[in-house]
């Protein structure tokens, strides 16, 4: 498929996928969607880190797109906010660490994507909020689901109830946003994080990931007996017998996925 609205670049195992909307800072309409859709679908075994980013220098993803949404209809909107809550879904999901480095406004739709991403590091012009409300609409791609996860639900509902626009450094005093960086340093810092988890084995990343988001809203024996069945998963992998030999032997793994 070709993307009107994605600017994907491959390097050596980290996939950069900038959302590029330039007349409307990034905001996501059904089209964009269903593109993002599209590539997480071509994901294969060359990518093992995405970084997802905005084109331009203002904006992450300035929301969902309010001139598609303005005209419609209880069940259109309905179907819209499946579409924008399974592509984040799928995201969340992805067997690979994925990495937001937000660049500018993540507002609304953008704070949501962003939030369905493993990490999100933020560039110190960039400003986080869910305004929806305003709009006379609540989070729809999720919002309401993670943000509450991320940083608690009093702060959240602070956010969501006054739609009001944090900046860099309070998301990052929340646990929002997991480090903020100078704006020319941010993809550097993004590529450097990714780099560091090319290094480790690709199953055991996978498998951690698992771990944690599913382990997450299960209760606590639930989430310890998952962990204890990935966790003697791992020794089925060509991964463990390469990482601990290396180390027994005092030389670099070298894993292969497997
Ligand atoms: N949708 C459509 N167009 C947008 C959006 C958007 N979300 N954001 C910006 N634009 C457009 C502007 O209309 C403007 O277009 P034009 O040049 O044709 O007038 C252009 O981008 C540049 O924007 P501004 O001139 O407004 O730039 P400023 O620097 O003055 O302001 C802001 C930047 C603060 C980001 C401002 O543009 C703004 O407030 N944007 C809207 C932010 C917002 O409310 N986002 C949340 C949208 S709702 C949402 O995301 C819901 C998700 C769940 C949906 C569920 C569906 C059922």
Do not use: W
């Amino acid at each position: 498929m070709e993307y009107n609205f994605l600017k994907v670049e491959h390097n050596d195992g980290i996939t950069v996928m900038k959302v590029s909307a330039p007349k409307s800072l990034n905001a996501l309409n059904s089209t964009i969607l269903e593109e993002i859709d599209d590539f997480i679908l071509t994901l294969d075994e060359t990518t093992r880190v995405l970084i997802i980013t905005g084109d331009g220098e203002k904006s992450f993803v300035a929301g969902a797109d309010i001139s598609e949404m303005a005209h419609l209809d209880e069940p259109q909107g309905f179907e819209f906010g499946r579409l924008g809550a399974q592509v984040f879904r799928a995201i969340e999901t992805l067997p690979i660490p994925v990495i937001a480095a937000v660049n500018g406004f993540a507002l609304g739709g953008g704070c949501e994507l962003a939030m369905s991403c493993d990490i999100r590091i933020a560039s110190s012009k960039a400003k986080f909020g869910q305004p929806e409300v305003g709009l006379g609409i609540i989070p729809g791609f999720s919002g309401t689901y993670r943000l509450p996860k991320l940083v608690g639900q009093g702060y959240a509902k602070e956010m969501i109830y006054t739609g009001k626009i944090i900046r860099a450094d309070e998301a990052l005093r929340i646990g929002l946003v997991n480090a903020v960086y100078e704006p020319e340093e941010l993809m550097d810092k993004a590529m450097e994080m990714a780099a560091m988890m090319l290094k480790n084995a690709p199953v055991a990343i996978s498998l951690a990931k698992q771990s944690i988001n599913e382990g997450y809203d299960l209760d606590a024996d639930g989430a310890i007996g998952l962990e204890n069945k990935l966790f003697g998963k791992c020794f089925a992998t060509q991964d463990q017998k390469e990482g601990m030999d290396a180390f027994l032997n005092k030389r670099k793994a070298a894993f292969k996925g497997e």
